[in-house]
């Protein structure tokens, strides 16, 4: 969900949830499991060393004096901060952000690889009774939520390694985002309060994210589920409970049951790739008329289960060159989750997959070259800009205002107007008058 281990991808937008967090759009939230080995952790790890300073101690004392106010009991108190230091590895984490991107094939080549292909059938069979009363119950199909529970964290198998009272306490105390870090302090001491977890027990991302599927506190609170009826929330240690508050999330954010979530589609020959972006949407009916069509040639509205008058939007992560998709509300539900189109990519196509069903039919184009620095990033913003293209301010974010920009830009060229970030894009505007 809001684990926040921040890598981009040119064209994709922030989750609705890490917006509390980081302003800017155009990061892709990489849930734990995608992470590199060296950060994959299940138990909390020893931090850096660092005294409590006496700024520190004296903010302690005024927060807990604030967590009281709140009902939050001195003894969930003494417990939760004890050995509380400030945590010099989650100020570095806070004040970095990543200079890098990578293509969205190489994020799907993780996400979607054939060992988690394979480990979700397995857990999904094996866990079909929990996973079936969840379904029941909230109508989310237990594929979706064995994709998330798959991404967030390797099937459980992936946690975090901060100790989650004290990376909240470090945010709230130091950095460029302590009301976040505040609000979410004092919802993962309620947390504690309300007895679902102890404090050597919650465990999570540096961020907060917490749980085999990252809730952060706040969402925590509001979504999480008793789902085996033990009187707690685990959503460390009880998968019932997993996978019931993930499903309840997901309908509480408006999943359709018995709808689709997305398909790869052809396009017709002249179609206007300026129609292709996230924010535009029709209803499934008006892009039929326009000759959008599953893969097979049947129209869209034979797809089983389809409203043809929903909204839906057709997206092109990769240009025009690539797999072209049509997204469906369920797709957007998936977005409310982390709002990623990549994220959301795997997240459906995973839950395809594990149903038995294809890989995409049209292959990546990885000769293609995609502005991967920000720095590149920045100056494609600026060239544009220099020709009276409005980009916003020049941030290094590949959001809606850029990606029109492209689009004009790209026309007066005589290009197909994909708005897609390529290299050889800049070295074109960076070459052309």
Not at 58 to 66: D, G, P, Q, V
Not at 113 to 121: F, K, L, M, P, Q
Not at 396 to 419: H, M, S
Request: some cysteine.
């Amino acid at each position: 969900m809001c684990c926040l281990r921040i890598l981009s991808i040119p064209g994709v937008r922030l989750s609705v949830l890490c917006a509390l967090m980081l302003a800017a759009a155009g990061w892709v939230a990489l849930p734990v499991s995608a992470q590199p080995s060296g950060v994959r952790m299940s138990q909390p790890v020893p931090d850096e060393p660092a005294d409590r300073s006496p700024e520190f101690s004296a903010w302690i004392e005024s927060f807990k004096a604030e967590a009281r106010t709140k009902g939050i009991s001195d003894r969930t108190l003494e417990h939760a901060f004890r050995g509380v230091r400030l945590s010099t590895r989650v100020i570095e984490l806070n004040e970095n952000q990543p200079e890098f991107s990578r293509a969205i094939w190489d994020y799907m080549d993780g996400a979607v690889s054939s060992d988690r292909v394979a480990r979700g059938r397995s857990l999904r069979r094996q866990n079909r009774k929990i996973l079936g009363r969840a379904e029941r119950k909230y109508g989310v199909p237990d594929s979706i939520v064995t994709a998330i529970w798959g991404l967030e964290s390797n099937f459980g198998q992936n946690l975090g390694g901060f100790r989650v009272v004290e990376a909240l306490s470090t945010l709230a105390f130091e950095g460029r985002r302590t009301a976040f870090g505040r609000e979410q302090l004092l919802a993962a001491l309620q947390i504690l309060e309300e007895g679902d977890i102890s404090p050597e027990r919650m465990i999570g991302s540096w961020a907060g994210a917490m749980g085999q599927t990252q809730f952060i506190p706040t969402v925590f609170l509001q979504y999480a589920q008793d789902g085996n009826g033990d009187g707690k929330r685990n959503l460390w240690d009880t998968k019932a409970d997993v996978f019931a508050s993930t499903a309840n999330y997901l309908k509480e954010k408006g999943w359709q049951t018995g709808a689709p979530c997305f398909d790869e589609v052809k396009l017709p020959d002249g179609f206007d790739y300026g129609n292709a972006d996230i924010s535009i949407e029709k209803p499934v009916r008006e892009w039929a008329d326009l000759d959008v069509r599953q893969m097979d040639g049947r129209s869209l509205l034979k797809r089983k289960g389809q409203d043809k008058d929903a909204p839906a939007a057709l997206i092109l992560p990769a240009g025009y060159k690539g797999p072209a998709f049509i997204a469906y509300p369920n797709f957007k539900v998936v977005l409310a989750y982390n709002n990623a189109i990549s994220y959301a990519l795997a997240i459906c196509e995973l839950s395809v997959r594990f149903q038995g069903g294809p890989e995409f039919v049209k292959p990546w184009p990885r000769d293609e070259q995609p502005i991967l620095s920000r720095a590149d990033r920045v100056e494609l913003q600026t060239l544009l800009a220099q020709r009276k293209y409005d980009v916003g301010e020049p941030d290094g974010v590949i959001g809606r205002k850029t990606r029109e920009a492209i689009r004009a830009f790209q026309r007066a060229k005589g290009l197909p107007a994909d708005g897609f970030a390529t290299m050889s894009l800049l070295q074109l505007l960076r070459t052309s008058p």
